[in-house]
C-alpha cells in the first residue's frame, strides 16, 4: 500500500526558487551572506522586485511570493512567473528555460505565443522588464486578438522562427517593433504551445478540431492506423483510464494534469489557450510507448524492464516536446509515477516487455483511484 501522503502536497513556486538562487549565488551577491534563512532570501527577491517593476505590480508580485515562503499558496499565475524571471535578473532566454524547466518544472516559454515571443526578444536583448511591459502594451490588440491555432500548424515552427528570427534578426528593441509591425509576420503567432498540444494530440486528424459539432466527434487515428471515428469523451477517458468523477476528484490534487470533461473539449477544439502539462502528457505518453520486440527500432521504443533506459527515453522525448524532465523530488505527480514504476518493477521480474507495461498503466490507475476515493 502506498503512501498516498507522498503525493497530495502540490510542488511551491518557492522551493524551485530557492534551489535555483541556492545553484546561483551570483544573482544575490552582496544581498545575502553565508547561511542565509529563506526569510533572508525573501526580503533580498522583495527589494530587487522594487527596483524592477512599478509599484502596482511590485504589491502584486510581493504578495504573492509572500504567499509561496508562508505556504499559503502553491502556484503564481504566469504574469509573476513573467515578473521573476526580470527580478531575478535573468542574462537570456536561455537562464529563463533553466529556471522554469528544470527548477519550477514548468513549460518552456514558446516562441508560438505573441507575448512570450516579446518576453524570450526581450531576455535576449536583455530589456528592462518596463521596457518589456512597453511593447507587450503596444501589441496588446494584437496579443489578445490572436488566434487560438494557426491555419497551418506542424510540429518543429518554434524552433524555427527562434533561431531564425530572435537570434539571427532582432538585433535591439527597435528590430523587434519592426518584425512586429509587419502584419504578414503576425500570422504565424497562436496562442497556444503548438508542438506540446500536437505532443498530445498526434492521433488526431488535426482538420476536425476546429470544428466540433455537437454530437463533439473527432477523427481519430487507432494505433496510427485506420482513421475511424470516436466520441472526445472516449477519447478522455482513454486517455485517464479513470470515470469522470475519479478525474474531477484528482483535480484538486494534480489540478494542472486532471481537467473536466468540458474544459477537455474545449482543448481538443482549441477553443481555448492551451497549456498541455508534463503530467497529462506523460500519462498519454506512457500508453503509447512501444514495447514488442518488433518495434525495437522505432524511436518510441523503450525496454520499461530497463530503468534506465525508461527514464532515459522518456526525458528525451518530454524534452523534445518541450516539457520539463522527470523530478521526483520537485514534482508530486512525477513522484507517483516513478514510484509506481519501481515498485512494480520490483514486484514483476519475471514478465514480457509488454505485459509490464500494463501491469505498469493498471497499478498507477489504481493508486490515481485511491487518492480520488481520499478526496471524496
Given at each position: 500500500m502506498p503512501d498516498l501522503s507522498r503525493y497530495t502536497t502540490p510542488l511551491s513556486i518557492w522551493t524551485g526558487t530557492c534551489l535555483y538562487i541556492k545553484n546561483?549565488?551570483?544573482?544575490?551577491?552582496?544581498?545575502?551572506?553565508?547561511?542565509?534563512?529563506e526569510d533572508d532570501l525573501l526580503k533580498a527577491i522583495k527589494k530587487q522586485a522594487r527596483e524592477v517593476l512599478s509599484?502596482?505590480?511590485?504589491?502584486?508580485?510581493?504578495?504573492?511570493?509572500?504567499?509561496?515562503?508562508?505556504?499559503?499558496?502553491?502556484?503564481v499565475k504566469k504574469e509573476n512567473l513573467y515578473r521573476l524571471l526580470f527580478v531575478?535578473?535573468?542574462?537570456?532566454?536561455?537562464?529563463?528555460?533553466?529556471?522554469?524547466?528544470?527548477?519550477?518544472?514548468?513549460?518552456?516559454?514558446?516562441?508560438?505565443?505573441?507575448?512570450?515571443?516579446?518576453?524570450?526578444?526581450?531576455?535576449?536583448?536583455?530589456?528592462s522588464w518596463q521596457s518589456a511591459c512597453d511593447i507587450r502594451t503596444r501589441y496588446k490588440t494584437l496579443i489578445t486578438t490572436q488566434p487560438l491555432a494557426p491555419d497551418e500548424i506542424a510540429e518543429g515552427q518554434t524552433a524555427e522562427v527562434y533561431y531564425s528570427i530572435i537570434c539571427e534578426r532582432i538585433k535591439s528593441a527597435e528590430d523587434l517593433c519592426e518584425y512586429l509591425d509587419c502584419p504578414e509576420n503576425i500570422a504565424f503567432f497562436a496562442k497556444t504551445c503548438n508542438t506540446?498540444?500536437?505532443?498530445?494530440?498526434?492521433?488526431?486528424q488535426l482538420?476536425?478540431?476546429y470544428n466540433g459539432d455537437n454530437e463533439k466527434i473527432v477523427r481519430m487515428y487507432t494505433n496510427y492506423g485506420t482513421l475511424?471515428?470516436?466520441?472526445?469523451?472516449?477519447?478522455?477517458f482513454?486517455?485517464?483510464?479513470?470515470?469522470?468523477?475519479?478525474?474531477?476528484?484528482?483535480?484538486?490534487?494534480?489540478?494542472?494534469?486532471f481537467m473536466s470533461y468540458d474544459n477537455f473539449c474545449l482543448l481538443v477544439q482549441r477553443k481555448r489557450p492551451v497549456n498541455v502539462s508534463s503530467g497529462t502528457f506523460l500519462l498519454g505518453l506512457i500508453k503509447k510507448l512501444l514495447s514488442e520486440d518488433a518495434d525495437a527500432s522505432e524511436d518510441f521504443y523503450v525496454n520499461f524492464l530497463d530503468p534506465e533506459e525508461f527514464r532515459e527515453t522518456v526525458n528525451d522525448i518530454l524534452i523534445y516536446f518541450g516539457f520539463p524532465v522527470l523530478d521526483p523530488d520537485l514534482d508530486t505527480f512525477d513522484r507517483l509515477v516513478m514510484d509506481t514504476y519501481?515498485?512494480?518493477?520490483?514486484?514483476?521480474?519475471?514478465v514480457s516487455n509488454a505485459s509490464f507495461q500494463q501491469l505498469f498503466l493498471t497499478s498507477l490507475r489504481n493508486t490515481l483511484r485511491e487518492l480520488a476515493y481520499l478526496q471524496r
Amino acid at each position: 500500500m502506498p503512501d498516498l501522503s507522498r503525493y497530495t502536497t502540490p510542488l511551491s513556486i518557492w522551493t524551485g526558487t530557492c534551489l535555483y538562487i541556492k545553484n546561483h549565488p551570483g544573482l544575490y551577491a552582496g544581498l545575502l551572506s553565508p547561511g542565509y534563512s529563506e526569510d533572508d532570501l525573501l526580503k533580498a527577491i522583495k527589494k530587487q522586485a522594487r527596483e524592477v517593476l512599478s509599484p502596482g505590480e511590485y504589491d502584486t508580485f510581493r504578495k504573492a511570493i509572500t504567499a509561496l515562503r508562508k505556504s499559503t499558496a502553491v502556484s503564481v499565475k504566469k504574469e509573476n512567473l513573467y515578473r521573476l524571471l526580470f527580478v531575478l535578473r535573468l542574462n537570456s532566454d536561455t537562464e529563463a528555460q533553466n529556471l522554469l524547466m528544470n527548477y519550477l518544472h514548468q513549460s518552456e516559454l514558446s516562441a508560438r505565443s505573441l507575448d512570450e515571443f516579446i518576453i524570450i526578444s526581450a531576455l535576449k536583448l536583455r530589456l528592462s522588464w518596463q521596457s518589456a511591459c512597453d511593447i507587450r502594451t503596444r501589441y496588446k490588440t494584437l496579443i489578445t486578438t490572436q488566434p487560438l491555432a494557426p491555419d497551418e500548424i506542424a510540429e518543429g515552427q518554434t524552433a524555427e522562427v527562434y533561431y531564425s528570427i530572435i537570434c539571427e534578426r532582432i538585433k535591439s528593441a527597435e528590430d523587434l517593433c519592426e518584425y512586429l509591425d509587419c502584419p504578414e509576420n503576425i500570422a504565424f503567432f497562436a496562442k497556444t504551445c503548438n508542438t506540446q498540444y500536437l505532443a498530445l494530440f498526434d492521433d488526431v486528424q488535426l482538420e476536425t478540431l476546429y470544428n466540433g459539432d455537437n454530437e463533439k466527434i473527432v477523427r481519430m487515428y487507432t494505433n496510427y492506423g485506420t482513421l475511424e471515428r470516436e466520441r472526445i469523451k472516449d477519447y478522455y477517458f482513454s486517455l485517464y483510464g479513470l470515470p469522470e468523477n475519479e478525474v474531477l476528484a484528482l483535480t484538486g490534487i494534480f489540478e494542472n494534469v486532471f481537467m473536466s470533461y468540458d474544459n477537455f473539449c474545449l482543448l481538443v477544439q482549441r477553443k481555448r489557450p492551451v497549456n498541455v502539462s508534463s503530467g497529462t502528457f506523460l500519462l498519454g505518453l506512457i500508453k503509447k510507448l512501444l514495447s514488442e520486440d518488433a518495434d525495437a527500432s522505432e524511436d518510441f521504443y523503450v525496454n520499461f524492464l530497463d530503468p534506465e533506459e525508461f527514464r532515459e527515453t522518456v526525458n528525451d522525448i518530454l524534452i523534445y516536446f518541450g516539457f520539463p524532465v522527470l523530478d521526483p523530488d520537485l514534482d508530486t505527480f512525477d513522484r507517483l509515477v516513478m514510484d509506481t514504476y519501481n515498485e512494480c518493477l520490483s514486484s514483476h521480474t519475471d514478465v514480457s516487455n509488454a505485459s509490464f507495461q500494463q501491469l505498469f498503466l493498471t497499478s498507477l490507475r489504481n493508486t490515481l483511484r485511491e487518492l480520488a476515493y481520499l478526496q471524496r
